[in-house]
């Protein structure tokens, strides 16, 4: 545990499962929470077996796994066994948050809703995440990331006229609604701070990537503008996209009427700027393609670098494109110290998130690697009071 995270001191029951609940949870413990994952003894999280090296998967210790549960705690329980419901009851007295992303049902079918917690400990803060939502006509349907990015329209709007609907290249969905998770939960423990009161949270991921789409929504329901397939370009401003360049291609953003009479100067075309076509950001846009057709000719006699340099000289917003393995090794990520290091047994030191937030008393950093399943039973259990008797009938029972 991180002893000068934010959160120490506060103890997560974690029973969530793949991505968007781990990624919630994974917030809390690099903000120092006490994160306790229990999984089922059969196989823990799905997570673990997933993930592009076999041999991880086959050894429960997945890519998937590993990139989303440092500094946690493991522990299986069968919260299907009537001992194990008991033990789960147990650590909820003395926990501070319990964090699910079962199907709604479920919890009130294993007999243990927040209503049966809140009766147990009142303070206990419980978040719930679903693709839909704990209430509503879609409620118990089933639903994974992609199936969200499309029933939000995300994938409509994403993609060209050569290639849409087209899903984002990561579970956009899941990711945002494990931060909104966790988002929510710092506000209800602040909340409980000021009142004593623990409260439930909903968490849907439906819900939760609406906002990201914020300005194609109003347009489309404040301005009555559909969305445009606009491929690579900002449909805010032109020029401001994606440009070829020498060695390949560049992102220009020139959303400002300043930035973009820059981008003709640096470009060597000053007379467009007076062009009637392009002098005024409404023309612009309604001219997209002439403009970069006439800026292509010129940036394809240069390098990606050397029009970086220069358009930035000149307070341009403008960058290369980088491949991913470039992308997490550049300078400026690593300055960040946007990855931590943790050597994991049997696998060797790997390089895992930090939390992104960079709070300068209480950072939030990686102390821990990803458990292996069940690392923590036993310490777990010896604190809320079984002895070593009682945690070895346990595990001869499948209880653990």
């Known amino acids: ?53 076999p041999e991880y998967n086959r050894n429960l210790m997945g890519t998937s796994f590993l990139a989303q549960n440092a500094n946690k705690k493991s522990m299986t329980l069968n919260l299907k066994a009537a001992e194990g419901k008991s033990i789960f009851l147990r650590l909820v007295k003395g926990a501070d948050v319990v964090v699910e992303n079962f199907r709604p049902d479920v919890m009130k079918r294993l007999g243990l809703s927040y209503d049966v917690l809140s009766g147990i400990n009142p303070r206990l803060v419980y978040c719930a995440i679903s693709g839909f939502g704990q209430t509503g006509p879609d409620a118990l349907k089933p639903a994974y990331d992609q199936i969200i990015q499309g029933l939000s329209g995300e994938m409509a709007i994403n993609g060209d006229e050569r290639l849409n609907p087209l899903r984002a290249g990561f579970p956009v969905c899941d990711t945002v609604g494990g931060l909104n998770a966790a988002f929510a939960v710092m506000a209800a423990l602040y909340h409980r701070e000021r009142t004593g009161e ?22 489309l329901m404040i301005g009555a503008q559909e969305p445009v397939l ?98 997490v090794g550049q300078p400026q990520v690593a300055h960040r110290n946007a990855f931590g290091t943790a050597a994991v047994p049997g696998i060797g030191e790997l390089r895992l998130f930090n939390l992104s937030a960079k709070f300068s008393k209480t950072p939030g950093v990686v102390t821990a690697p990803p458990p292996r399943l069940g690392e923590h039973t036993c310490e777990v259990l010896a604190s809320i009071g079984c002895n070593e008797e009682e945690i070895a009938r346990l595990g001869k029972s499948g209880v653990v």
């Open 198 to 219: 623990g409260q439930s949270i909903d968490v849907a991921l439906l819900d939760s990537i609406m906002p990201l789409m914020g300005w194609v929504v109003a347009n």
């Open 230 to 327: 606009m491929g690579n370009d900002n449909f805010t401003a032109a020029p401001s996209g994606v440009f070829r360049t020498a060695d390949g291609y560049i992102n220009i953003a020139a959303n400002k009427q300043e930035q973009w009479e820059s981008v003709a100067d640096v470009l060597g075309v000053p007379d467009l700027k007076s062009d009637p076509r392009f002098s005024e950001r409404e023309a612009r846009k309604k001219n997209r393609k002439a403009l970069t057709a006439l800026l292509e000719e010129k940036l394809i006699k240069k390098e990606t670098g050397a029009w970086v340099d220069a358009l930035n000289a000149h307070d341009v917003p403008a960058g290369a494109i980088l491949p991913l393995a470039a992308a």
């Open 1 to 53: 545990m991180n002893t000068t995270g934010i959160l120490s001191g506060v103890r997560v029951l974690d029973l969530t499962n793949v991505l968007s609940g781990p990624f919630a949870t994974a917030h809390l413990a690099l903000m120092g929470a006490e994160v306790i994952k229990i999984e089922n003894p059969a196989g823990g999280d799905l997570a673990r077996k997933l993930g592009c090296v």
